[in-house]
């Protein structure tokens, strides 16, 4: 009893102000610190009387701990202890938390604690039984609703057959069990329903381990069991939380120990009403003008046990608050990740930066290479090449000019049969129209090369141009007995050309690989075109191999030089031009001899920026 007199030492719950007025309240809750329900309410009720400007408040709290004193020799020792110490302390309000203090409130305010308001909670009507409330009494009535629970378990396992309800033997236990069995019966024609409230708690935990597969537990309170142990509430649960089935309950306490959840009476939400309460009344107003509020109940779950039971989030209700859920990798790690993600892309922009500053710096020096280079070939040496023109036209020409008079005579051949093919006469013709177009190009690009001008750029697929070359030479790969094998990249290679000038290197590289397999047996002639992207994903590629000679150690430093060739017939333009028209164009070409035998030559292009940045990424 000293040690009760000692806990309910004033706590100033703010400092104040010197001359601030003070306000004297007075908790007195049904059990001790030890319970749920005293943390729960008591933290909502502290909450909000803090912040109860411009008044100081001085807050006492007690305990009836009919838990643990549950005879009524002790309660009324409580009671009269009580009594005594605040009956002169001049209080302004009294805040009853549970049955007890409520009964003690009603039976003691006239006598003892007259004129001075009193806020109720954590206690239903039926609890505090007949007993007449004052003017001066108001509060928030707790709600018992069982069957709404048993609703809800219904609803997220819908297979249930049994219904185990658990409970224990103390006074609130056997108050909280006689309302669940006014709440069941009309679920007793579907459901076999078993009452687990007489056993001592390890009989408790046997029966609990072994429940049939479409059980579920409807967990009450066991304040005391069988044998007369006493349990603070988290124990008793997490005990009865052994059950092989889900545990539903009727209160927030309960929350967080191993149940599912359910319609529940929340006691953090009596607190939080009846603090509303008496910040109302600190505040001037009159209890009897204050409405008392009924039930603080709520759909609550416990996340853990939804996944632990494989229960979809789908089928609890809308209004259901869901606890500790576990946080996502956002959740917990959100500002790091931010702060990352900003430091990448500051990084990554800069390096953009770096690139392009790079770039624009090799462009620039590469054009005024050309410039010096141009400045120093004066334009005498290009009148004085007038015959290398004249050769490298008619190389250029040559195939065009052939195709056109392969086409010719063949239209020729058709047009005189007696029942002509217009289809195929029309189809030579088109390419007829086609060759010349391709053949007047040339002579643009080869007069652009050879007056200093640019052969004009755009966005070109190198994918596109070679499938186009390689059905242009269709007919030549044929006759000439070799296998042509295209290999494409599988994406997009996008670079800054033009179609024509590179159809034009293509064809010149595909006609030297064909002539260099000429002598070798038909079986061994196979010429490969193939695209890439270079290793650095900066540059696109066209890569010709063929299984010939190759190049010998002593021509590879003339392969690009004018008049230059290995070749009876050849005229030594095709390369030379070919590199013209890559300079000019921006890109280059080179040539290795392969290991198997043979020489690979490689167009190489600057990809376009924005295809840069996708295949980087």
């Known amino acids: 009893m000293l040690a009760l007199l000692v806990c309910g030492l004033p706590f100033r719950s703010t400092a104040g102000r010197p001359g601030q007025e003070v306000r004297k309240v007075l908790i007195i809750y049904e059990t001790g610190p030890s319970t749920l329900s005293y943390h729960l309410i008591d933290q909502q009720l502290r909450a909000i009387l803090d912040n109860t400007a411009p008044y100081q408040v001085e807050l006492y709290t007690e305990s009836m701990e009919t838990g643990l004193f549950p005879d009524e020799a002790s309660q009324k020792q409580i009671r009269e202890a009580y009594i005594g110490k605040y009956q002169d302390r001049k209080l302004d309000l009294i805040i009853a938390a549970g049955p007890s203090p409520i009964q003690f409130m009603l039976e003691s305010h006239e006598n003892h604690f007259k004129d001075i308001p009193v806020v109720f909670c954590g206690a239903t009507k039926e609890q505090v039984g007949t007993l007449p409330f004052h003017s001066y009494f108001t509060g928030v009535w707790l709600t018992w609703e069982p069957a709404r629970t048993l609703d809800a378990a219904l609803t997220l396992l819908p297979d249930t057959k049994r219904v185990v309800v658990v409970g224990g033997a103390g006074l609130y236990d056997k108050e909280l069990e006689a309302a669940v069995r006014k709440s069941l019966p009309p679920y007793e024609h579907r459901l076999d329903i078993t009452y687990l409230t007489d056993l001592a708690m390890p009989a408790l935990i046997e029966r609990l381990k072994v429940l049939p597969s479409d059980s579920i537990v409807l967990f009450t309170t066991i304040e005391r069991d069988a044998g007369g142990t006493y349990f603070p509430k988290t124990v008793s649960v997490a005990n009865a939380s052994v059950a092989n089935a889900p545990i539903f309950v009727l209160f927030d306490t309960l929350l967080g120990h191993g149940t599912m ?144 008079l392969s086409n010719a005579q063949a239209a020729e051949h058709l047009a005189s049969r007696p029942s002509p093919d217009y289809g195929e006469i029309r189809a030579a013709l088109t390419d007829i129209r086609e060759d010349n177009k391709r053949a007047r190009a040339v002579l643009e690009n080869m007069r652009a090369i050879f007056k200093k001008q640019t052969i004009p750029r755009y966005e070109v697929d190198l994918n596109e141009i070679a499938a186009g070359v390689t059905r242009m030479v269709r007919r030549d790969v044929l006759l000439r007995g070799v296998e042509l094998r295209l290999m494409l990249s599988a ?127």
């Open 261 to 404: 959840g359910g319609y529940v009476s929340s006691f953090a939400g009596q607190g939080r009403e009846a603090g509303k309460i008496a910040y109302r009344i600190l505040n001037g107003e009159r209890p009897q003008d204050i409405a008392a509020v009924v039930g603080t109940n709520a759909y609550f779950f416990d996340w853990r046990q939804l996944q632990r039971w494989g229960i979809p989030e789908s089928r609890i209700p809308a209004e259901s608050t869901v606890l500790f859920r576990a946080p996502t990798d956002w959740e917990k790690y959100k500002y790091r990740i931010i702060a990352v993600l900003t430091f990448i892309a500051a990084q990554s922009a800069f390096m953009f930066l770096l690139i392009w500053l790079i770039k624009r710096r090799i462009r620039a020096q590469q054009f005024l290479e050309r410039q010096l280079i141009a400045e120093e070939i004066s334009h005498l040496n290009h009148v004085a090449s007038i015959g290398h023109m004249a050769a490298s036209l008619a190389h250029e020409l040559a195939q065009p000019l052939g195709a056109i």
């Open 491 to 617: 994406n997009a290679l996008r670079v800054q050309g033009n179609e024509v000038p590179l159809q034009q290197v293509l064809m010149n590289l595909i006609n030297n690989g064909m002539d260099a397999m000429r002598d070798l047996p038909q079986d061994r002639r196979v010429l490969t075109v193939s695209t890439s992207v270079r290793a650095d994903m900066h540059w696109g590629m066209i890569l010709v191999e063929d299984n010939g000679p190759g190049i010998s150690e002593r021509d590879k430093a003339k392969v690009f030089m004018p008049l230059f060739t290995t070749k009876n017939e050849g005229l030594g333009m095709g390369l030379s031009i070919c590199r013209s028209i890559l300079d000019s164009l921006g890109g280059r070409i080179s040539f290795d001899n392969r290991p198997e035998g043979g020489s690979a030559f490689r167009v190489e292009l600057p990809l376009t920026v924005a295809r840069y940045i996708s295949m980087s990424a």
